[in-house]
């Protein structure tokens, strides 16, 4: 009897192990997922979920096509992590089973994705063909389409973000213009197409609060940015010239916005084709500083509390970090994780940033107020580093 | 000089000078090469290089370029494009090598 019933617990636990693929012998096998996070692997078209209270990786997902410039959305739950490959792939990933729940390939070519403020709807902006795509996040069935069309054909979107009331703003790299899709009636979106947004608009980045969409521009100094509150909806153009008329830098990588910092009052902005980053009044949005800095930035990423502003370069400076304080504006620490760092993302709270080295194959952990390394995880071309407090965040 | 062995002259030494560019870069640079079209140039054209921002620049679709043009269009950008000069970072010699690897699939 006493066998019979140590075998039988031994068989819950097995059962109880194996359902939970993320958890290991000794390990209660009952957990949350909000320390859980993935890094895309690129080279390998895999992901590895990550437990930050540990500080190592849990799980290896594989088979997910092309994960070049790879992004990932959080559920609301938290539970799912969706990953859009740059081959059209959009993945479900149980964070606790550590598998692929549901795959599609949904188009050609692809760069990045949202997830409605309600969780239902995922986005999925598109270079081929052109436009972006919505799907229901339970079934990954196709909602709706949106085609970029414009005069000239069709465009590739970039800059896609959800803002509050189940709406979607993304932008047209080829016909400079904006579009909101505006989900809060139902399956069938209502279209706002906003047009002069500015040449090659590259990125774009939503405040927290949902109110400003704001569009990095290539095709000339400065940015377009909207007040979502207002109506109409209207481009407002800033920072227009910031160049000064001086030759910029050859861009050999675009820089990012979605790590966009709001620091205090004042935004932070990574510069095109220039080594420096530039400072916005909040209110204003005139520039009111620029930091000349070690590259191109690629990300500006301020810390949660908004005290420290870290900043990666492009090729071939991309095996620095820089940290700035955002009192004095001066750059305040300067650390050389290896070669190809290509992503930093914080703990909610900011007491550690994760940093990823491509070239190092590895994922590094620092502590943001001594800035000493606390970890080092072995991953395989990491790139993009995606925490499941995401899913908390407007344009996350 | 005569003006037709001058040109015949001219013609060797370019072809001394291409034959020199296609070659001599030594394995370790080669890799750094490769990994720079995969993952820099790949941040635009892809890591597959089936295109991204910037268009497919598989073997392929490339099929018919020149190398010496594939290598110039690499050193000097093409202007009003994302399309950056890498010539501050590359010698010539390196942007015939990438050419040449972007023009044989089988390297790929």
Sequence with gaps: MMRCGALFASMICLFLWSGLGVAHPGQEPLRGTGNLGLVIERSTASVLIIDTTKRASVARVEGLGDLSHASVVFSSDQRFAFVFGRDGGLSKIDLLLGKVTKRIVQAGNSIGGAISDDGTLVACSNYEPGGVRVFDSKTLKMVADIPAKWTNGVSKTIGLVDAPGRRFVFSLWDAGETWIADFSSGATPVLTKIKGVGKQPYDGLITSDGRYYMVGLFGEDGMSVFDLWQKPISPRRILSGYGRGETRLPVYKMPHLEGWALAGDRFVLPAVGRSEILWVDKRSLEEVGRTKVHGQPVFAVARPDGRHVWVNFAHPNNDTIQVIDTLTAAVVHQLKPGPAVLHMEFLPRGNEVWVSVRDSNLVQVYNTRDFTKLAEIPAKTPSGIFLASRANRTGL | ?108
Excluded: F
Excluded at chain 2, 13 to 21: I, P, R, V
């Design chain 2, 1 to 108: 000089m005569a003006r037709r062995e001058l040109l015949a002259l001219l013609a060797a030494m370019s072809a001394g000078a291409a034959d020199c560019l296609g070659g001599t870069i030594n394995p370790e640079r080669a890799r750094e090469l490769e990994r720079l079209v995969l993952h820099d140039c790949g941040s635009c054209h892809g890591m597959t290089l089936k295109g991204g921002l910037g268009p497919d620049i598989r073997a392929p679709t490339l099929a018919g370029r020149l190398p010496q043009s594939l290598a110039k269009t690499i050193l000097d950008g093409v202007p009003g494009t994302a399309m950056p000069a890498w010539r501050p970072l590359l010698t010539e010699r390196e942007a015939r090598w990438i050419a040449d690897y972007l023009l044989d699939g089988d390297r790929q």
